[in-house]
C-alpha cells in the first residue's frame, strides 16, 4: 500500500512478557519515528531513524524499550517486560528527506497493546 | 510543562458554519506547526502546516495562521462539513536532522462535531 503499515493492529500480552511491534514506513522515506499515545493524551515522541541511524532515542521510557531499523526500512520496536503501564497506541510515522523545507511526518494507524 | 496546549478539550458547530480550532505554545523555538485530523481507531492524518516564516497557509477549505509574537496558531475549515468531525491535534517541531524535521510535540487535541 501507499501509507505506513503497522502490525499487529492489536496485541494483548501478560505483564513480564516480551512484544515485538513491526512498523512499514512509506517506500523511500528517510525518516522513521515512533510515538506513544495514552488515552486521552497527544503522542510522545520516543525515538527516531534516519535511514538505518537511530538519531535520537531520548524518548524510550526505559531500558525495556528498543528499537532497531537494521535496513533502513521496515522497523521494530521491542517492549522487553511489559508492565501494565506500557498499555498505549504505539505510533509509527514517516517523512521524506526535505533538504532545506520542512517535511509532513505520515502516520500509520498504531498498534494497541494492552498489559494484563 | 506542556509546550503545546489545546485549551478547548471539544467544539460543537453547525454545517456550513466556521469551525475554528487553537492552538497555543511556549516554546519560541519551534519553527513548524502542524495540524492533524484522527479518526476513532486510525492513526493521525496530516491536515496542514506553516512554517515560522509565514503567518498564512491555505489549503482549500483549511486555512492555518500563525502568530508568533502571541504564540499561536488556528485552523479554520470553512465551510464546516459532518465529516470534519473528529480529534484535531496541534504539533510543532524544532529539531533538524541534517535538514529532515525532528520529532513532533503534540497538544492534547480537540473534538470536533459538526452537526448536520
Known amino acids: 500500500g501507499a501509507g505506513v503499515s503497522q502490525s499487529p493492529r492489536y496485541k494483548v500480552a501478560k505483564r513480564g512478557q516480551d512484544v515485538a511491534l513491526r512498523c512499514d514506513p512509506i517506500?523511500?522515506?528517510?525518516?522513521l519515528f515512533w510515538y506513544q499515545q495514552a488515552l486521552g493524551q497527544g503522542p510522545e515522541f520516543l525515538t527516531y531513524?534516519?535511514?538505518?541511524?537511530?538519531?535520537?532515542k531520548s524518548g524510550l521510557p526505559s531500558d525495556r524499550f528498543f528499537a532497531e531499523r537494521p535496513e533502513g526500512s521496515v522497523s521494530t520496536l521491542k517492549i522487553q517486560r511489559t508492565q501494565q503501564e506500557d498499555s498505549a497506541v504505539y505510533l509509527c510515522?514517516?517523512?521524506?528527506?526535505?533538504?532545506?523545507?520542512?517535511?509532513?511526518?505520515?502516520f500509520g494507524d498504531g498498534t494497541r497493546l494492552s498489559i494484563l | 510543562d506542556q509546550q503545546v496546549k489545546q485549551n478547548s478539550p471539544s467544539l460543537s458547530v453547525q454545517e456550513g458554519r466556521i469551525s475554528i480550532l487553537n492552538c497555543d505554545y511556549t516554546?519560541?523555538?519551534?519553527?513548524?506547526f502542524l495540524w492533524y485530523k484522527k479518526y476513532p481507531a486510525e492513526g493521525p492524518t496530516f491536515l496542514i502546516s506553516?512554517?515560522?516564516?509565514?503567518d498564512k497557509n491555505e489549503d482549500g477549505r483549511f486555512t492555518v495562521f500563525l502568530n508568533k509574537s502571541a504564540k499561536h496558531l488556528s485552523l479554520h475549515i470553512v465551510p464546516s462539513q459532518p465529516g470534519d468531525s473528529a480529534v484535531y491535534f496541534c504539533?510543532?517541531?524544532?529539531?533538524?536532522?541534517?535538514?529532515?524535521?525532528?520529532?513532533?510535540?503534540f497538544g492534547k487535541g480537540t473534538k470536533l462535531s459538526v452537526k448536520p
Open positions: 506553516i512554517s515560522s516564516i509565514k
Open positions: 510515522a514517516s517523512s521524506s528527506w526535505g533538504g532545506d523545507s520542512n517535511q509532513p511526518q505520515h
Open positions: 517506500s523511500g522515506h528517510v525518516s
Open positions: 504539533a510543532a517541531s524544532d529539531v533538524h536532522y541534517g535538514g529532515s524535521q525532528g520529532n513532533l510535540i
Open positions: 531513524f534516519q535511514n538505518e541511524a537511530q538519531l535520537d
Open positions: 516554546n519560541s523555538m519551534f519553527d513548524y
